[in-house]
Every structure is written in structure tokens, then in C-alpha cells.
T-cell receptor, first 114, second 112 residues
Framework: NAGVTQTPKFRVLKTGQSMTLLCAQD?????MYWYRQDPGMGLRLIHY???????AKGEVPDGYNVSRLKKQNFLLGLESAAPSQTSVYFC?????????????FGAGTRLSVL | SQQGEEDPQALSIQEGENATMNCSYK?????LQWYRQNSGRGLVHLIL?????REKHSGRLRVTLDTSKKSSSLLITASRAADTASYFC????????????FGKGITLSVRP
């Protein structure tokens, strides 16, 4: 099993450009998440999904959109990138058993917006 | 908003010593988890402790939870250089739509 796979691993954008980050999981997990990690800030939840066709906002959703058309994929879009979106982005997935939410993470996407 | 706050922010120890990391949180939880992140990698789940548990062990890891003080500690015994990483506590609240909330992390350096 590959687990959680994120593509691309690195990307440099110019301000105003758009891009889509792809997350794929092969564990048949219902829940998927997008986080950003900034120095000194820990992990902050951007958007999440509790199942195919559903999405919800997290702590820092502004400037991002997501889609979960297939259970195994969760896409994060930046429509008009800004320097403040320079960060490391992590995707995670989980299943919930007895209210326990243990998350499995991808290796991250390092994004720089110039 | 971040629920868990780890302490200390950074810790440097010699190989073979024990490492103790603390996490405090503010609101009621269902469970608390610890994750490890090696440099340039994603987070990996280490251990979970439920709110009705006080102590749990997994290999060289020991986690305690004191719900009256809203705090947890992670002890790594007989540390190894390979334990060098960042460690995060994550709290799962009691609300219906509660999501896992991560702290800012502790950087552990284990000197060979």
C-alpha cells in the first residue's frame, strides 16, 4: 500500500497564478484533510471532507477551494496564489472507529509563491 | 485555534537518556494523540490515549494524561539518535463536529 500520496512535492508559483494539489489515498478512508504547516504555527486545518462529494471549511479556508469527487482523491486548489500562501501543505486521511480519529499523512507539498 | 501547547519548544539530550515532553490543552477532550515528524516528512501517529485512561505504553513510549490538569506527557526512554524529530500533541474534542487540533510541536535532538 502506498498510503497517502501527494503531488507535486515542490512547486514555485508567481503571485496570481493558480494550481491544484492532488492527494490520493489507497486505504479506503472516509475522511480526508488538508493542512498547512508554517514555522512556529504548527498544523492548521484548511478544509476537510467526511466522505465522497462532501467538503467543509477548517480553521484557515480563505483563498483555497477543495473537491472530493472520488473517495480516494482530495484536491486543493489555489485560484490566485499570494505570497502568504507560501507554506508546506499536508494531506491526511483517516477512518473513525469508536470516535477515534487516527490520521495518516502524506509527505507534503512545498509551495513557494513569489 | 490551537488547543494543545507543547513544552518545552526544544529539547536536546544525549543518546540513552530519557526525553519528557509535555502538552497542555484548554477544553474537554475525547482523546489525545502524539505524532512524530521527521525532517522533511509527514506526521506519523505514535500513540493515542483516551480521556478515561491515565497511562499507556507502547514500546519505549509512555504517555500519561491528567484530565483534571488538562495535561499530558510523552516519555521516550533510552533515546536513540533516530528519535531526533519534532513531536506534536493533538487533541480530539468532545463536540459533534470536533476535529483533531495540533499543537506547535517540540523539536527533540538526540546527540549520539
Amino acid at each position: 500500500n502506498a498510503g497517502v500520496t501527494q503531488t507535486p512535492k515542490f512547486r514555485v508559483l508567481k503571485t496570481g497564478q493558480s494550481m491544484t494539489l492532488l492527494c490520493a489515498q489507497d486505504m479506503n478512508h472516509e475522511y480526508m484533510y488538508w493542512y498547512r504547516q508554517d514555522p512556529g504555527m504548527g498544523l492548521r486545518l484548511i478544509h476537510y471532507s467526511v466522505g465522497e462529494g462532501t467538503t467543509a471549511k477548517g480553521e484557515v479556508p480563505d483563498g483555497y477551494n477543495v473537491s472530493r469527487l472520488k473517495k480516494q482523491n482530495f484536491l486543493l486548489g489555489l485560484e490566485s496564489a499570494a505570497p502568504s500562501q507560501t507554506s508546506v501543505y499536508f494531506c491526511a486521511s483517516s477512518y473513525s472507529i469508536e470516535d477515534l480519529d487516527i490520521q495518516y499523512f502524506g509527505a507534503g507539498t512545498r509551495l513557494s509563491v513569489l | 485555534s490551537q488547543q494543545g501547547e507543547e513544552d518545552p519548544q526544544a529539547l536536546s539530550i544525549q543518546e540513552g537518556e530519557n526525553a519528557t515532553m509535555n502538552c497542555s490543552y484548554k477544553t474537554s477532550i475525547n482523546n489525545l494523540q502524539w505524532y512524530r515528524q521527521n525532517s522533511g516528512r509527514g506526521l506519523v501517529h505514535l500513540i493515542l490515549i483516551r480521556s478515561n485512561e491515565r497511562e499507556k505504553h507502547s514500546g519505549r513510549l509512555r504517555v500519561t494524561l491528567d484530565t483534571s490538569k488538562k495535561s499530558s506527557s510523552l516519555l521516550i526512554t533510552a533515546s536513540r539518535a533516530a528519535d531526533t524529530a519534532s513531536y506534536f500533541c493533538a487533541t480530539d474534542g468532545t463536540g459533534a463536529n470536533s476535529k483533531l487540533t495540533f499543537g506547535k510541536g517540540i523539536t527533540l535532538s538526540v546527540r549520539p
